[in-house]
């Protein structure tokens, strides 16, 4: 028997899809409207721009609605994802999507009303108008069972038309996986990470040149100069000055191995690695971790120095007077999201701080939902597909 729960939120979901059905007519109107006036000296320029962005962000609205329907609880896949800073214009192919979908939705949004409508007509009729002219056992068996088939029809139609709309949804505005457009995909991620490998290894190579490698050249030097110096007391003076300069060399190369692979990471896992990066953080933060077990050792990596790019931005960004940072794995997804009370306005294009949290995800086909209205309070969803150890 279908839930009340269910249908509820089914129909819930037939309403919201009839009211993005009314507003697409009106938006193609206004679209047809502003490449009418594109011609008279450019004046359908500006309105044609907004109207462009007013079909994403409902297109946009609507995959996820999609989402939501065809895989309750689970994670948005990668692939349903449409940029949020994406300004492409008619020929880019998502635009050409997002377009056809607007026309076919606002043709095809009354049909699950007309569905419901008939069903109902029809229990009203068999129900209200129908009359006996005698009344017996088989025909009140078979009055019964057609009312109450013709009830469960409807009840089970309200969600069953609901999936059809998401799925129409789905073929209308997702990218076909094809295995030329996975390999496409691959190549992008492979890209990222060979680019990441690259900026780390030069990283590397300039703490030590310019850490490590010169505070070991100024010991050198000091020990040399002290071999040809006659005082004493001199002696001792540039002994202890080289002895501090290796202590510094010592603290640099221990910084660089913890950055390359925090030993703590490799003790404690993620939890105990995550924990102590909250307290490192200037800003007060509440962790909540649920990790029943350990992950790959590459996925534990890029969450965590993800999770730690995340905390330095609120540190130094935000203005937050506190933080709440909530790990979690199930599904087979791992799911670690930081909010902080700061003054909002966070985007991928104002910093390279999430835009390298989004560098890491994509490596391992992670994605990365950031929601930062200005005034705040800015929320930072990572989530990983991995499995447990």
Request: contains cysteine; positive net charge.
């Amino acid at each position: 028997m279908i839930g009340v729960r269910r249908l509820c939120v089914a129909a819930g979901g037939l309403l919201l899809n009839a009211a993005t059905g009314v507003a697409a007519p009106a938006l193609a109107a206004l679209l047809l409207a502003s490449v009418a006036l594109v011609p008279v000296a450019g004046l359908g320029r500006p309105p044609l721009v907004r109207v462009l962005a007013l079909v994403r962000r409902l297109a946009r609205f609507q995959r996820a609605w999609a989402a939501r329907v065809l895989d309750p609880g689970g994670p948005e896949p990668h692939h349903w994802r449409a940029g949020p800073d994406r300004r492409a214009g008619p020929g880019d192919p998502a635009t050409r999507r997002e377009l056809a979908w607007l026309v076919v939705h606002g043709i095809t949004w009354p049909a699950p009303a007309l569905v419901i409508w008939a069903l109902v007509a029809a229990f009203d009729y068999v129900f209200f108008r129908v009359r006996v002219a005698q009344v017996e056992s088989v025909t009140t068996l078979a009055f019964s069972v057609s009312v109450a088939a013709i009830a469960l029809i409807t009840l089970m139609a309200v969600p069953l038309l609901q999936t059809v709309q998401a799925r129409l949804t789905a073929l209308l505005l997702l990218p076909g996986l094809t295995p030329a457009a996975r390999i496409r995909q691959l190549t992008e991620s492979r890209s990222v990470v060979v680019d990441a490998r690259a900026a780390e290894l030069r990283r590397i190579e300039r703490d030590l040149h310019d850490g490590a490698q010169a505070k070991l050249v100024a010991i050198r030097m000091n020990l040399g100069l002290a071999r040809g110096v006659g005082d004493p007391e001199q002696v001792r003076q540039m002994i202890d000055e080289a002895r501090e300069v290796a202590g510094q060399a010592l603290t640099d190369l221990r910084d660089l191995v913890r950055g390359i692979h925090p030993p703590v990471l490799a003790d404690r896992g993620l939890a105990g690695a995550i924990e102590a990066a909250a307290l490192l953080c200037p800003t007060p933060v509440e962790v909540e971790i649920d990790l029943p077990g350990r992950l790959a050792a590459p996925v534990e990596s890029a969450a965590y120095f993800a999770t730690a790019e995340a905390l330095t931005n609120v540190a130094k960004h935000s203005g937050a007077s506190r933080a709440w940072l909530r790990v979690s794995h199930t599904g087979g997804l791992l799911r670690v999201t930081v909010r902080d009370d700061g003054r909002g306005g966070a985007s991928r294009s104002a910093g390279t701080g999430i835009r390298g949290i989004d560098r890491r995800l994509s490596a391992f086909d992670g994605r990365l939902t950031l929601h930062s209205p200005p005034g705040g309070p800015t929320e930072l969803t990572m989530e990983l597909p991995c499995a447990l150890s």
